[in-house]
């Protein structure tokens, strides 16, 4: 590996991490959906406060995320469209969920939130940069 490829490392790093990220939320959500929680009641209420709108675009971010850690993975510069389209899927997601008050309870939104969002922000400043020089083709 030389300085050339630590960019790309870095991100592929990051990307698996938005990747994992979004498969736990996803594991959340089913579980609450096959009663698997601690707290059935507290499942049902979860599964309730959700929309079909903020579902369809959780779940598309979480796809959208495996399509654009492959796309990088093969060097396709194509990841970046993928995964800004990912962003704005999950960011609509989380202002819908802004107003979920059972959410709130189960988890700190505030500190997940800002995880995500700093993390978002890495990729795309990554993918932005090996797009402009020419890593991603």
Known sequence: MNNRDTPFYVLIGLLSVQVAYGL?????DVSARLGLWDSP??????????????????????VMNCVALALTLAGRHWALPVFVVSFVFDRADWVIMGGNNVFSILVDVDTWALFSF??????????????????LR
């Open 24 to 28: 736990y939320w996803a594991v959340y």
């Open 118 to 135: 700093t993390l978002q922000g890495a990729i795309i400043a990554l993918l932005v940069y090996l797009r402009f020089e020419g890593r």
């Open 41 to 62: 009641e507290l499942a049902i209420a979860f599964v309730q406060s959700l929309t079909l709108l903020q579902e369809v675009f959780f779940f598309s971010h979480v």
